[in-house]
């Protein structure tokens, strides 16, 4: 490892963890600073997962409150969750280098298309959850005989099936490839639950965090981590975490997601045209 590649992952490592902490996508940040190394793809895809978990365990740190109340979610969809990160892993490890080499491109793509639209999500989201509670409360003012408008509080429901294998798809796919396991979690929460926004990101936070600790245990066992770059990226993304939360006061999120789907996309045609 040269001075060159070491600064380059580094710089790699700090803008992922603030565009992680900021809006999501980090992975299509570091994933390309490890290629452009010349580490093969199936390398840096896993190298990339074992340096950025330090990221995920920042933010769902910064989400104690908003987890409060969540504990039978979390007992309910955490074990689906780190099931498809197990399952994710292995079939990462078992897919010849060259069949990912050419699978990336594709994967990239998916990723930014999953970034592009969680603006959108978030709002859709947000209405659902608003338009539930406003039933829920008109409800209770109809059987109460008081004035609609007093909250009720978040309708929490049991956790269903459908649930269980969204979020088991979700971890699959975040174990296999980083990119965007967060807005597909956040997907699946926000549509097959009702609650408010941001406990349902700190609920897609922690299990974001269980996905990826799962798959960097399975990767650990291998010797397909380059261990020195990992060492950096571990580092300077949680330092980069600390920063963006910082700069996430000043710089709208939906700048920076753009920007980081148009490199997404750019990487993506350079990978195709090779």
Known sequence: MGPADAALVAGGGLLAGAVNAIAGGGTL??????????????????????????GYAGGALGYRRELRGQTGRLKALAPPAMLGGLVGAIVLL??????FKSAVPFLVLAACLLL???????AMVARRRAAT????????ATQSGTEPGTE??????????????????????????????GVLLLGVLGILLVDELQRTNALKTLLSFGVNSIGVVVFLVTAQVSWAFAGILVVTSACGGVLGARVARLLP???LRTAVVVLGVVVAVVLLVR
Do not use: C, E, H, K
């Open 29 to 54: 940040i570091a994933f390309p600073a490890l290629l452009a190394t010349g580490m093969p793809a199936l390398t840096a895809n896993i190298t990339s997962s074992v340096g950025l978990v330090t």
């Open 94 to 99: 078992l897919t010849p280098s060259d069949g």
């Open 116 to 122: 592009a639209v969680q603006s959108r999500l978030a």
């Open 133 to 140: 509670v406003a039933a829920a409360t008109a409800a209770t």
């Open 152 to 181: 009720p509080g978040p309708p929490q429901g049991a956790i269903t099936w459908p649930t269980r294998i969204g979020v088991f798809v979700a971890g699959a796919y975040g174990s296999y490839f980083g990119a965007g396991l």
């Open 253 to 255: 999120a939906n700048v």
